[in-house]
């Protein structure tokens, strides 16, 4: 089972990454329209790219002082 810490802090870090990748992709949207205004076509799709392409997230065991994962 696990502690209520850990899921507390699991909790905050998934609202951040939210945040982060929904920022990220704003800026990146700003830049796209951007290159649209600019008539950068190439500078455009390569962002275009970045965000329709479908990557794989790798999930890693977050480690204590003594070197056991956490549960």
């Not at 507390?8 to 939210?18: A, C, G, H, T």
């Not at 945040?19 to 190439?42: A, L």
């Not at 390569?46 to 070197?67: C, F, H, P, S």
């Amino acid at each position: 089972m696990k502690s209520k810490e850990y899921v507390d802090l699991y909790k905050k870090v998934r609202r951040e990454v939210r945040g982060d990748k929904e920022k990220w992709m704003d800026e990146t949207m700003q830049g796209m329209e951007e290159d649209m205004r600019r008539h950068q076509q190439e500078d455009f799709f390569t962002k275009m790219k970045q965000l329709t392409n479908n990557r794989v997230t790798l999930a890693y065991t977050i480690i204590d002082e003594t070197g056991q994962p956490l549960q």
